[in-house]
């Protein structure tokens, strides 16, 4: 009789909790994604399961410690009733602030009800692909049939930090590679840049393909491909640009060689006399 009565009771206690259960059945955000400065949609459907009605049900999303703040809407709702075996929805207006980092970001859910508070945590994406500004800043190649170095400047101007940056020079018919063909430079905060050296030996144009491999703050790969072009002359139109000396030895050869013949002449001529 003892163990009935116990059974009973703890029965009692089960059907008591279960009673007034609401559940989060599923949430949504719109866009899945979003990028600093952008607002989105999150929806919550919360499920009475439970077998009564449960009135002033109070949802808030706690926006204390993420990088999302209230668009035009509380960061708080209540629902008057959730009836039982039904469903009802919460729709939050919010923003991600414009200094937001990318970033998984969880967010904590709070629902309380009849004196019961239950804690949940959603998850949103800060996603920003990060914008490489690739540009050539200086070359001592200057004319064909001729080898130095190439120096590459790329800059992260975007709103993501650029992680395990590559750069791979590809083979091509007018140069020769002398040194290494990939360079692995790694991350560059934003706003920052990082520079690489290429040694080639020049036998056409100016033209250098590049094939760019990175990731972004959340491990997304992106791979880009970019043609650095700089002027290439031949040796003649160099010197006359000024941009090589020009090479005299030729007319130094000849003026020596007159000078001495001019002597020549000069001994024999006072010879004769």
Do not use: C, H, W
């Not at 410690?65 to 207006?93: C, G, H, Q, Y």
């Not at 692909?129 to 170095?149: F, R, T």
């Not at 120096?151 to 993501?160: A, P, R």
């Amino acid at each position: 009789m003892k163990k009935f009565i116990l059974l009973m009771v703890f029965l009692l206690m089960i059907g008591s909790v279960y009673a007034d259960e609401i559940s989060i059945e599923s949430v949504f955000s719109n866009p899945r994604e979003v990028a600093p400065g952008e607002d989105l949609q999150v929806s919550i459907d919360l499920r009475n399961v439970g077998t009564k009605d449960i009135e002033n049900v109070a949802v808030k999303l706690d926006l204390s410690l993420v990088p999302f703040a209230p668009l035009d809407s509380s960061s708080e709702f209540v629902i008057k009733e959730i009836s039982k075996r039904e469903t009802d929805s919460v729709i939050f207006n919010i923003v991600a602030l414009p200094n937001a980092s990318p970033g998984v970001y969880k967010i904590p859910i709070i629902i309380s009800y009849e004196n019961i508070t239950k804690n949940a945590l959603i998850s949103l994406v800060v996603q920003a692909k990060p914008q490489l500004l690739i540009e050539l800043v200086k070359s001592n190649i200057l004319y064909k049939e001729s080898s130095g170095i190439v120096t590459i400047s790329f800059v992260n101007k975007g709103l993501s930090d650029v992680k395990f940056l590559t750069v791979t020079l590809e083979q091509s018919d007018d140069y020769e590679i002398l040194g290494s063909d990939t360079i692995y430079i790694g991350n560059i905060d934003i706003d920052d840049s990082q520079t690489a050296d290429f040694n080639i030996y020049l036998k056409g144009n100016g033209e250098l393909p590049l094939t760019i491999e990175y990731r972004d703050a959340n491990n997304n790969l992106y791979t880009d491909n970019q043609i650095i072009s700089f002027n290439v002359y031949t040796k003649e139109e160099a010197e006359k640009l000024g941009l090589i000396k020009k090479n005299n030895s030729f007319i130094y050869i000849i003026v020596i060689v007159v000078i001495i013949i001019a002597i020549i002449l000069f001994r024999r001529f006072r010879r004769k006399k």
